[in-house]
């Protein structure tokens, strides 16, 4: 692919206010038409989710969004929309060799394209959408150095021989504050975490850790968690930027707190089902 088609709005007042404008149904409208049929040429049946923000709780019609998702045009074209109304959540979508669609700033979405198909769509216009093409590719993904370990056999019997203690295990599916689930690790429970987790999470898990709710934790970022802390899924608070006070939080029922700045003993990818590792995560301290 080397050609990006920008699709933004036409009005001021609709790049500012976005889905508040009275005319952004009417832009929304074009988008779509143009997006699909940008799909159709592209002869693609299906886009892939990748780079997945998850900064707000996801709807439930989303609810089943992960990284390597392949999903249909039109719910691919309904995930765009939410993009660019600025709603989330956000990813890109892709077809490697094909076609390749992500948000941009301002209701505006790029799009690249094979230069056939630049060329099959001609000239584009519309009433409350502005069309722009120019030579570009896909930016790559900003990671210095991917975590090259793999969830496998060995890193379950790894953490099956921590889990005596306190041992907690982070799943982290999307990048964003609701990217990721956190569990307590159990000699009788981690072939059923290896079950749970989802293809191309990064995993972390974190022994003996303090979890004592401590002042000087209130100005950095830090994970919260509800008592009683059981093997299994937690139940947990983020808490980006910290808290007013300690007594905010252990009232609200989360008397467990962690650093989220806390090293993890062991980092690995979960692989696909075909055992290929195909999430991209960068080593955590190297950003």
């Not at 009005?11 to 779509?32: I, K």
Request: aromatic letters at 8%.
């Amino acid at each position: 692919m080397s050609i990006e088609l920008i699709i933004s709005p036409r009005g001021e007042n609709v790049r500012a206010q976005l889905a508040d404008a009275p005319a952004w149904s009417a832009y929304v409208t074009e988008l779509r038409r143009v997006l699909l049929m940008v799909i159709e040429k592209s002869d693609v049946a299906f886009l892939e989710v990748g780079e997945l923000l998850v900064s707000e709780p996801l709807p439930a019609r989303f609810s089943h969004l992960r990284n390597g998702l392949e999903v249909r045009p039109v719910d691919a074209v309904d995930l765009v929309e939410e993009m660019v109304a600025g709603c989330g959540p956000y990813c890109r979508l892709f077809m490697p060799g094909r076609l390749h669609v992500e948000p941009g700033w301002d209701g505006a979405v790029h799009i690249y394209v094979r230069p056939s198909v630049a060329v099959d769509l001609g000239e584009l216009g519309g009433g409350e959408a502005s069309f722009r093409w120019r030579d570009a590719t896909p930016e790559p993904a900003d990671v210095s150095k991917l975590v090259d370990a793999v969830a496998d056999e060995g890193f379950w019997s790894a953490l099956r021989e921590t889990a005596e203690g306190v041992t907690l295990l982070c799943e982290r599916w999307a990048h964003g504050v609701y990217g990721c689930r956190w569990f307590r690790v159990a000699p009788g429970n981690v072939t059923e975490l290896a079950r749970l987790v989802r293809p191309r999470s990064l995993l972390r898990s974190i022994s003996a850790p303090d979890l004592r709710p401590k002042p000087e934790i209130l100005e950095e970022d830090f994970t919260a968690f509800a008592a009683p802390l059981v093997p299994g899924e937690l139940r947990y608070k983020a808490y980006p930027g910290g808290a007013d006070s300690l007594s905010e939080v252990v009232t609200a029922g989360f008397p467990f707190v962690l650093a989220d700045e806390v090293s993890g003993n062991r980092y690995a990818v979960v692989p696909d089902l075909d055992g290929v590792v195909r999430g991209q995560w960068e080593t955590p301290g190297e950003s």
